[in-house]
């Protein structure tokens, strides 16, 4: 069957470190793991509760990437199988921070990812992330030393332990980003509500908001979206597994759509949450019962949301128009 062809625009590389690279890269590295078992390591993740209980497990994991050839062969990893699940484009997002605390060079770290977007078999792109809980001046301290290897990322992004930690508080920092010519887009509304995804368009300009699944909460909110054509990156599976919804058949996705907004669907942290866009599509498929025409729009919504040249987005649209929905 070929895959429906898709940009994902929301997937952080750090979370599609599977189960067994895990375990292949803590014996490199010699680093201690609670087990060496891929499976017992996965049935942990079964078990999260909200996001923070997510945060506590992905963090604690990246301790076994240390060398350039680590982070080269955690992207190159995802963007093989990335090809696979259709993906034409995808615009990932790192965060630097958590790696520079583990004592990692910048240089490590950004020239192994780039070093596998430059190979990648599919239009790849890096998007560099901000961690909210580690404050504002921690975030301008980051992009100051990231500048020095502008060449290699598009765009910034905010992510993280969302309550407590508003936009607002990041406002400099993407006025700087905003002046080296960066894409902006931020975590908004994926635990908190509509008043951070109002701030995250009004305070920091960003041009897309990665979830913003609590906006529906808001109609003066859901009208300006509408309006803008804001693109929204929902991640079903993760709002699954970080009980932001009881169950899939409850998820927002189709009121969204229907509510005329610019919606893409994506994966987030693919290892942890049980698939990658093109499990995330076939699951919301099925629980929401979205027509072959729902598909055929989200597909197109992914490719208009792209940072991608209009010439390439161009060709992908017509793909994605031609395309069988099986
Ligand atoms: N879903 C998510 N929300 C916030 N920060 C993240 N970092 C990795 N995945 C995340
Ligand atoms: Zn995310």
Redesign the pocket.
Known sequence: MTPLPVAELHV?V??TLEADLLVALARRNDVALPTYDAAALTERYRHFTN?QS??DV?YANLAVLREPTDFYDLMAAYLRRAEAAGVRRAEV?F?PQTHLNNGIGFEAVIEGFAAAVADAPISADLIL?F??DLGPEAAEETLRAALKFREHFIGVGL????VGHPPRMFKRVYEIASGEGLRKVA?AG??AGPDYVWEALDVLGVERI??GVRSLADPELVARLRADRVPLTV?PL?NLC?KGVGSLAEHPLKAMLDAGLLVTVNS??PA?FGGHVDDNFAAVRAALALTDEDVRQLALNSFEASFASREDKDRWRAEALAARIS
């Open positions: 952080h750090e979370g996001l997510f945060l992905y997002f965060d992330c961690l909210r992510d993280s332990a969302e975590h994926e635990e990665d979830h991640c993760s970080l987030d942290d942890y």
